[in-house]
């Protein structure tokens, strides 16, 4: 009889025998997947593995789960690829997969719907949130290879159809395990840069080449951009998540450069019919305002104080010629009369008379008429024609 074992004797055992098993290492096993859950403290995923006949216990280490580029869902039919192990704790044998891969439409293509559904539910890929391309952008970044042939393209038509905007690169990786983080990061970079627009390019390829461009976190870091980004990845006929996330889709990278950029003759074309539009505009309003101008200085002049003034000027003038006639006309014959007048008293006054050898006698300044207003001894001043004189009197003599 051979020796009792415990149970954990037994699975240890089990263990060991399975795990030294070269043939139970890298498997791989399709059946329908069920029971399909994640452990949202590890990350780890279980599931049961089915046919017909028989179910296989399963797990998936996080490491593994982050990898996957589909959801895996119950009822799919999988391919797990992995070793054979016991877990000594239930006595149960498993597969612990690294891989997982649904059987029929294909892994890529399939993880690619998925997530496609499940970022276009969060709004990511909505029309509403596209932001304008400008049309004359004064600074370009361009996300992609260093070393490919659409950076070279994308430049030539730049430089060609628009000189004026200054140009950045940012290189990544646009292939490979390394692009998605490479890319995410030049997106970033790119968008701090301060530049009017971002093109996002990749020449063409196989779908797998294509794959970083259809990664959750490169779609949403084109998405998490504040700088619009056009995005031009693969050929006419590749369209990736990151066309959907971006704000315009180029279906090549020389069409980005064309989309990016206006042709400069183009521009001075419109440029120049603009300024001939504008001058005929302005040249039309200052005429149109010449003549405002011109009916409002005269209403203006109607109503000015200065005109009043003047118009008040011209009536005191004429007011004052008028008054000068008909001070003219009644004067005339009134200065005829004093002229007259003033011969006549001419001829009547005492000092005409005076002129003639006469004087007047006063005494004490009133005239003497009288030989019997004055006395022997009296003072008298007599007036002449030339001046005045005084005199005594020494006697009177009545007639």
């Known amino acids: 009889m051979s020796s009792i074992l415990t149970v954990s004797q037994l699975n240890r055992y089990m263990h060991y025998k399975i ?6 290492k890298g498997v791989a096993v399709k059946g329908e997947l069920s029971n399909f859950t994640i452990n949202f403290r590890s990350g780890h995923a279980y599931f049961t593995l089915k046919d017909e006949d028989s179910t296989l216990k399963g797990v998936m280490f996080s490491s593994s789960v982050s990898k996957l580029r589909f959801t895996p869902e119950n009822g799919m039919s999988v391919l797990a690829v992995g070793n054979i192990d016991v877990y000594e704790r239930d006595g149960v044998y498993q597969i612990i997969a690294s891989e997982l891969q649904p059987l029929g ?3 890529v293509r399939l993880g690619i719907e998925q997530l496609k559904r499940k970022l276009s539910d969060e709004g990511i890929f909505d029309k509403s949130i596209k932001k304008k391309i400008p049309q004359c952008p004064r600074s370009l970044a361009v996300v992609t290879s260093p070393t490919g042939a659409a950076l070279q393209d994308i430049l030539n038509i730049l430089k060609r159809r628009y000189p004026l905007s200054q140009i950045s690169v940012f290189e990544s990786h646009v292939q490979g395990d390394a692009a998605p983080e490479s890319i995410s990061k030049a997106l ?9 627009t971002i093109i996002l390019a990749r020449g063409g390829g ?4 294509l794959m970083p461009f259809n990664t959750e976190q490169v779609t949403r870091a084109v998405y998490a951009c504040s700088t619009p980004v056009i995005s031009a990845v693969g050929h006419e006929t590749d369209t990736s998540l990151s066309d959907y996330a971006a704000d315009l889709r180029a279906p090549t990278p020389s069409a980005a450069a064309e989309l990016a950029v206006p042709d400069i003759s183009s521009v001075r074309d419109r440029l120049s019919a603009l300024t001939d539009s504008l001058d005929f505009v302005f040249e039309s309003l200052l005429s149109d305002k010449a003549k405002d101008l011109d009916i409002i200085g005269h209403r203006l002049f109607s109503v000015s104080p200065e005109n009043a003034v003047r118009n008040s000027r011209l009536h005191c003038d004429d007011l004052a010629q008028r008054l000068d006639r008909a001070a003219d006309h009644i004067l005339r014959p009134r200065y005829a ?4 007048y003033d011969s006549q008293l001419s001829a009547l006054s005492p000092f ?7 004087s007047i006698a006063l005494k004490n300044g009133s005239p003497v008429y009288s030989v019997s207003q004055l006395s022997a001894g009296d003072e008298i001043e007599l007036i ?6 005084s005199v005594e009197i020494r006697s009177l003599k009545v007639n």
Not at 206 to 209: L, N
Not at 337 to 340: L, Q, T, V
């Open 206 to 209: 196989s779908d797998e080449d």
């Open 19 to 24: 795990q030294s098993d070269t043939k139970l």
């Open 352 to 358: 005409s008379i005076l002129e003639r050898g006469y």
């Open 105 to 107: 439409s294909g892994a």
């Open 337 to 340: 009369d004093i002229e007259k």
């Open 188 to 196: 970033a970079k790119a968008d701090r840069s301060g530049a009017d």
């Open 384 to 389: 002449l024609s030339d001046g005045s004189a």
